[in-house]
């Protein structure tokens, strides 16, 4: 089995204990850690940016502030992973599973999980601009307040998935089964390359447009427009932006 250096992630873990005053941060940028099994490990902080994390077990791993920009975790395990606050922009996640991960205020800013598991995972507060998800499963995922400028939702599954205030500008759609039943105080602009949508979580299952699904986002709650073919969408703020966030303004 591959995996770190026992010493080093003891360091690590006395280095988070301490809070820095102890130990030694983790910091491996351009590792060769394909296959590792890091199962539980306590990687809070640690920097591994940008490394090929591919096929990495992070099962249950303890990611919190950690450094993952630019890596590549193709078919990466990442069930249940603690990733709150993690740094994960411009990531390859292709296909990873990250089945109820915490994803909450993670930077996921031009981050890739296509194909990828994400049903039941938290990414409350997360900045999500021009993060990619097409063709993955977001059953039952938490987007409350997340910023999705640009998000990418093509082929996307999006059955109970909570969007409650989240704050949209040009969200792409197309082909979509899009779950309306948590979508209060939701604002912005959403565009689809093509209809029909299928709306649920609104009466019975229905094929229909993208004006009946912003009609019917409005009604629930949502603040939604869409703009002509050939203008640019709208500028939407993230009303959540944490203080000192350097971006969503």
């Keep these: 089995m591959v995996g770190l250096d026992p010493e080093l992630l003891a360091a690590h873990g006395e280095w988070v204990r301490s809070s820095g005053q102890a130990g030694r941060r983790?910091?491996?940028?351009r590792a060769e850690l394909?296959?590792?099994?890091?199962?539980?490990?306590?990687?809070?902080?640690?920097?591994?940016?940008?490394?090929?994390?591919?096929?990495?077990?992070?099962?249950?791993?303890?990611?919190?502030?950690?450094?993952?920009?630019?890596?590549?975790?193709?078919?990466?395990?990442l069930s249940g992973a603690d990733l709150s606050g993690a740094e994960l922009g411009g990531a390859h996640m292709w296909r990873s599973d990250l089945t109820g991960a915490d994803l909450t205020g993670a930077l996921l800013y031009k981050t890739e999980f296509q194909e990828a598991r994400l049903v039941g995972a938290s990414l409350r507060a997360s900045f999500c601009a021009r993060t990619d998800f097409t063709r993955s499963d977001l059953t039952g995922a938490d987007l409350s307040q997340a910023y999705l400028?640009?998000?990418?939702?093509?082929?996307?599954?999006?059955?109970?998935?909570d969007l409650t205030d989240a704050d949209v500008a040009a969200l792409i759609l197309d082909d979509e089964r899009f779950d309306v039943s948590r979508v209060s105080g939701m604002r912005g602009t959403i565009g689809c390359l093509g209809d029909p949508v299928v709306i649920i979580g609104d009466g019975p299952?229905?094929?229909s447009t993208i004006d009946d699904l912003i009609r019917t986002l409005n009604r629930r709650g949502a603040?939604?427009?869409?703009w002509p073919k050939g203008t640019a969408p709208p500028k939407q703020p993230w009303r959540w932006r944490p203080e000192g966030f350097p971006f969503g303004q």
């Design 149 to 161: 400028l640009a998000t990418n939702f093509l082929h996307t599954v999006l059955d109970g998935v």
């Design 34 to 77: 394909k296959g590792a099994r890091l199962a539980g490990a306590e990687l809070s902080g640690a920097d591994f940016s940008p490394s090929d994390l591919s096929g990495v077990d992070f099962d249950g791993a303890v990611l919190r502030g950690a450094d993952l920009g630019g890596c590549w975790l193709l078919d990466a395990g």
């Design 223 to 226: 603040s939604i427009t869409t």
């Design 26 to 29: 983790l910091v491996l940028p």
């Design 205 to 207: 299952e229905r094929r």
